[in-house]
């Protein structure tokens, strides 16, 4: 069965410095992909950030990179420069076959 | 257009009601979803629809009957709910029910639930 970490419930950063959100997983499935997911005070659900488990290259976006460590089935998240508008509970999530699994999630919150 | 269009945004409904919940997406995904999810708690998924079918159902009570009508649309039935129920709902979807295959979800912004 697939299980989704993440130790921090919550965390705070001031704003403009950098911020690594944690997330580990269990499976033993060769190839799957992992998800950052964002969901700010609006409610919606928004893609962060994608890795392939076959990528040794960690995935980029903009100012949103993580640290894939397959081996110790690690997935963090860092978030440079943050802003206000980082503010969000941040969910990292498992492919499965037909679903997604999703962790407890991390409440970020970006101090001015 | 690259959204899932959720309505309503709010509902408060009695236990004795009937209500439904509509999902709306025009990006030609051909898997939908509905999650339920409660304060600070993450997205429980609760039903999935591939190619208009329902291919999971995560033994969710029968006062919550999905319906796909159509690849567009993605509908929830509410009946004689219980205050418990009263959480977000979120729809979603994909290119394909295949999460392995890295589509990832498009998220709608979810219908509040209140049930008294």
């Known amino acids: 069965a697939q299980t989704v970490t993440q130790s921090q419930p919550e965390m705070s950063v001031q704003e403009a410095e950098t911020v690594t959100l944690s997330c580990t997983y269990d499976t033993s499935e060769n190839n799957y992909y992992l998800f950052w997911y964002k969901q700010p005070p609006s409610r919606q659900m928004i893609l962060v950030i994608r890795q392939e488990a076959y990528k040794q290259q960690n995935a980029t976006e903009n100012r949103f990179s993580v640290n894939f460590q397959k081996a110790a089935k690690s997935f963090s998240l860092k978030i440079s420069d943050s802003q206000l508008g980082d503010t969000a509970m941040y969910f990292c999530?498992?492919?499965?076959?037909?679903?997604?699994?999703f962790g407890t999630g991390t409440r970020l919150t970006v101090i001015p | 257009d690259t959204e899932v269009t959720q309505t309503p945004k709010h509902l408060v409904m009695g236990m004795t009601n009937k209500k439904s919940l509509k999902c709306e997406q025009h990006m030609g995904h051909r898997a939908m979803y509905w999650y339920k999810q409660k304060a600070k708690k993450p997205p429980e998924l609760m039903f999935v629809?591939?190619?208009?079918?329902?291919?999971i159902n995560e033994s969710v009570p029968s006062r919550f009957s999905p319906e796909c009508p159509n690849s567009s649309l993605l509908n929830l039935h509410l009946h004689a709910l219980q205050p418990e129920d009263s959480a977000l709902y979120l729809c979603?979807?994909?290119?394909?029910?295949?999460?392995?295959?890295?589509?990832?979800?498009?998220f709608g912004s979810g219908t509040r639930l209140t049930v008294v």
């Open positions: 999530a498992f492919s499965g076959a037909n679903n997604l699994f």
């Open positions: 979603a979807s994909s290119q394909d029910h295949r999460q392995n295959l890295g589509y990832g979800y498009t």
């Open positions: 629809y591939s190619y208009e079918k329902l291919s």
